[in-house]
């Protein structure tokens, strides 16, 4: 299999009266294939995995893959910080028919980078799919670093990397040490331009919540020589992904959703609802980009 080109939306969780909610993840996953969606990444940080039980994610993954149905990739989020977990997640997502992994750095424990590249060979040793490495070290505590990626790229199944450090220099290593076949995806909204600019395929992208069928047109126009079209939709949508970031994610683009009528639903302690400030900002981006709050819903 072949990682997809594009925009791979990091899909919420919806939740109700604390319960995955099926009936509203099945819509959403139907608007993101008839916008635009190139992939479904589930269970990943913006689908709140950390909150949902072992049962629950099995649960989720399956189902978007019974729901997709074959019509896109799909991606399942089976990291852990221990390798025993994040080995019996991946056989389990594989079993259920996903098109790939994505696995984040071990968080907490924070090993060291001989840590880091046998934990993700054991994991890559015991399964048949494509593996795309999440390196997001704010969240972690701990930073893939470019020569480890490059290590790691000799296991034919680790065939990629979410990249969210935020260091465009440390995108660019990996992109000068790594082969022309191993593909970087921007794993934040704002970098989209500049890491395509590097050779990267696309992106694993919070935005494409809400913005499905944008997030796919600026990834294609960049890809597809349009340069200066790409840049301008990039800065275009900043505005809307910084207020999307203003709380730690997925707290505001789940209110955004909800804003939208798009009935994300409630948020797993120990995040709780935006503070008020925050959310009038957020309610003035998405004005500033055109949707319209509290109407009827928009998907």
Known sequence: MILFEGSGVALVTPIK??????????????????????????????????????????????????????????????GSNNTAD?????????AAGVDGLLIVTPYYNKTSQKGLLQHFMAIADQV??????????????????????AELEIHPRIQGIKEASGDISQVAEIARLCSDNFRIYSGNDDQIVPILSLGGKGAISVVANILPKETHDLIFSFLGG????????????????????????????????????????????????????????LVQSLLKMGFEIGGASNY
Request: with cysteine; net charge neutral.
């Open 128 to 149: 048949n799919i494509p593996i795309i490495l999440y390196n997001v070290p704010g969240r972690t505590g701990v930073n893939l670093l470019p020569m480890t990626v």
């Open 17 to 78: 009266n604390n319960q995955v909610n099926y009936e509203i993840l099945g819509k959403l996953i139907d608007w993101h294939i008839e916008n635009r969606t190139d992939a479904i990444i589930s269970c990943g940080t913006t689908g709140e995995a950390a909150t949902l039980t072992k049962e629950e994610k099995k649960k989720v993954i399956s189902f978007t893959v019974d729901k997709v149905d074959g019509r896109i990739p799909v991606i399942a989020g089976t």
């Open 86 to 94: 994040a080995i019996e997640m991946s056989k389990s997502a594989e």
């Open 226 to 281: 349009r340069i200066d079209e790409a840049r301008k939709k990039q800065l275009g949508i900043n505005g809307l992904v910084n207020s999307l970031f203003i709380e730690t994610n997925p707290i505001p683009i789940k209110t955004a959703m909800n804003l939208l009528g798009m009935e994300a639903g409630e948020l797993r302690l120990p995040l709780t609802d935006m503070e008020p400030k925050n959310k009038e900002i």
